[in-house]
């Protein structure tokens, strides 16, 4: 897979978990203007409501966590710009939008540096088309939900 084609597939994630992140989190804001749970306020005790929502706010912080130490030492290696941007706006917007941007950004600059590219091996490819049509079919069905 070529730079040019990953840095796309990285953005092409980007826009999915967008729209997948803030259809929920508008959602959830506009049901506090009717006066239901939801709202700015409930956002953050509505992480902890019960063991399936603590486990994955665990789990997404702690990822993201790793995720950042990762990003600023990589930014600093390739000496690329703005990568606490990046980190401001992971909890902002969502860190499964600005990680790929962040990674689309990587794979330009390890292109105008001209690393050499890595390979996938066929064998990684029906994992990797396995784990992207479930984590795809879910962010659908939660986006009719």
Not at 123 to 129: C, E, H, I, N, V
């Amino acid at each position: 897979m070529s730079r040019t084609t990953a840095a796309r597939i990285y953005v092409a994630i980007a826009l999915f978990a967008l729209i997948a992140t803030w259809r929920q989190n508008i959602g959830f804001l506009l049901e506090g203007e009717r006066g239901v749970a939801g709202g700015l306020m409930d956002f953050w005790p509505a992480l902890l409501a019960n063991r399936a929502t603590i486990s994955i706010t665990a789990d997404i912080f702690l990822f993201g966590l790793a995720a950042v130490l990762w990003m600023v030492s990589e930014a600093r290696r390739l000496d690329m710009r703005l990568v606490w941007v990046y980190v401001l706006l992971s909890f902002v917007i969502a860190i499964s939008v600005t990680f790929p941007l962040f990674l689309a950004a990587r794979e330009h600059r390890l292109t105008a540096i001209g690393e050499k590219e890595g390979r996938l091996a066929p064998r990684d490819l029906p994992g990797l088309g396995l784990l992207a049509a479930a984590i795809v079919g879910f962010s659908l069905y939660t986006l009719v939900r």
